[in-house]
């Protein structure tokens, strides 16, 4: 595609584009009487306009089936962890078996982590990237004061080079062969909510394999957004949130996935509930514990059903869109506001790209640094009908959704930018 820096351009760009009438399908705050230009998908999705149903669905049984709707709801409520697994599968890069909807993030993070942080006295290192998001930072702490080892001494936190934003790859690749064998786990956030950057997942995973260590990846900025692989690149655990690309709504409900390859190791320690026991003798309630095989066997609890049907909602909006097409308009999407972005007066001088330029090691955030009154700027596109995200002290952070923002969302975005960059 070849960009132009033109509303006719964008108008055209939608009218061509093959995912146009997703749009509909999505309910947008308004603005003095207009939709938003909602670009903070990153932080919290738009709601999918089925949402109510399929949540009034459930209601609906509850009140006329009450306990009887664990078998004879129209979605049954006891099998419901099963009815996303396709789908996250799919969105993830896994099979069914190795994805489980359950809990929230950071309480996924410490789960999997009881099983998968396992320090002794030579192996006890993490690595994760230096301004980690401060929940997956201290659940990392956390775990090792739980151990009784001193952050100080076994925490890895990768920095980019002098006067770069940006980790390269080499120097993460040669981060973990240097750690070697006192390396027990890489968790890295697979793309970083600060910058934008998309991790190369498979070298990453490869690498720490050969020093012996466990390889852990946080989903929360990738899950939705970008292609992913997890089961052909071999990762051992990943974890992601339900409610920013996923839109399944505030404090939605999150999800992990378990390499195969651990499917069957009950030998792993885990934090056990009856929802992770085999399920075909839940009920007997035996004094034994029986873990079911693959993810499952980390589920602890009975599935919370009001969540999981607006999760459900989502989901069949994915599956109809398809990550592959999603993908591409989304390249296109992002790639147009960054070449309205360089060709806007003041590109250096008054603010910057942090995000990589390359669409492969990017997804659809691109984060502006804005180098004097950031946040004046940022007040202003509020005022217009922008929603943002700011980031102290001087990012905003932008993300066209390819499910629900258009090419003119972009353009409209651009010059109200530029009209704001004069201002300050
Ligand atoms: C959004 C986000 C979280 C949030 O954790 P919750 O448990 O869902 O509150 C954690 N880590 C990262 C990297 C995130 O982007």
């Known amino acids: 595609m070849i960009f132009q820096d033109n509303i006719g351009f964008a108008k055209r760009a939608d009218r061509n584009d093959p995912l146009k009438k997703f749009r509909k399908q999505f309910l947008f705050p308004r603005h003095k009487g207009k939709p938003v230009i909602y670009f903070t998908g990153n932080s919290l999705g738009l ?54 909807a359950m809990n929230q993030l950071s309480v996924n993070l410490h789960l999997l982590m009881v099983s998968f942080y396992r320090p002794d006295k030579k192996r006890f290192k993490i690595l994760i990237e230096d301004g980690a998001f401060p929940s997956d930072r201290y659940a990392v702490e956390s775990q090792m004061k739980f ?4 952050p100080a001494t076994a925490l890895i936190e990768l920095k980019p080079r002098k006067n770069e934003v940006i980790l390269r790859t080499e120097d993460i690749l040669s981060a973990i062969e240097n750690a070697g064998e006192s390396l027990a786990l890489v968790l890295l956030g697979a793309v970083q909510y600060y910058t934008g950057q998309f991790f190369e997942i498979e070298l990453i995973t490869a690498a720490t394999h050969m020093v012996g260590a466990v390889a852990g990846f946080d989903l929360a900025h990738a899950a939705g957004n970008v292609p992913l692989n997890l089961h052909r690149d071999g990762v051992d655990f990943a974890v992601w949130c339900g ?23 009950f030998t792993l320690p885990r934090f056990s509930g009856w929802w992770g026991h085999d399920e075909k003798k839940r009920f007997k309630m035996e004094k034994t514990y029986v873990p079911m095989t693959g993810a499952d066997g980390w589920q602890l609890s009975n599935f919370p059903v009001l969540a999981g049907a607006a999760q459900l909602a989502s989901l069949k909006v994915f599956d109809q869109a398809g990550m592959v097409r999603l993908r591409k308009k989304s390249v296109a999407l992002t790639g147009y506001l960054e ?86």
């Open 47 to 100: 709601q999918p306009a089925s949402v109510s149903e399929f949540v009034h669905t459930e209601l609906n049984d509850w009140a006329s089936l009450g306990v009887e709707g664990h078998f004879n709801a129209r979605r049954p409520w006891m099998p419901y962890h099963k009815f996303s697994k396709k789908s996250l599968a799919r969105i993830v890069g896994a099979k069914s078996s190795e994805v489980v």
């Open 147 to 150: 151990h009784g080892i001193d």
């Open 339 to 424: 070449f309205l972005l360089l060709c806007t007066d003041g590109y250096g001088e008054k603010f910057r790209l942090l995000t990589p330029d390359d669409p492969d090691q990017r997804g659809c955030q691109l984060s502006i640094e804005v180098f004097k009154n950031g946040i004046k700027c940022f007040r202003q596109l509020t005022r217009e009908g922008v929603v943002a995200d700011w980031r102290v002290p001087s990012v905003i952070r932008v993300a066209p959704v390819p499910l629900y923002n258009s090419f003119e969302d972009v353009f409209r975005f651009v010059g109200i930018f530029r009209k704001a960059l004069e201002k300050i």
């Open 243 to 265: 409610y920013k690309y996923l839109n399944s709504g505030p404090g939605a409900i999150a999800g992990i996935f378990v390499h195969e390859r651990h499917s069957k190791n």
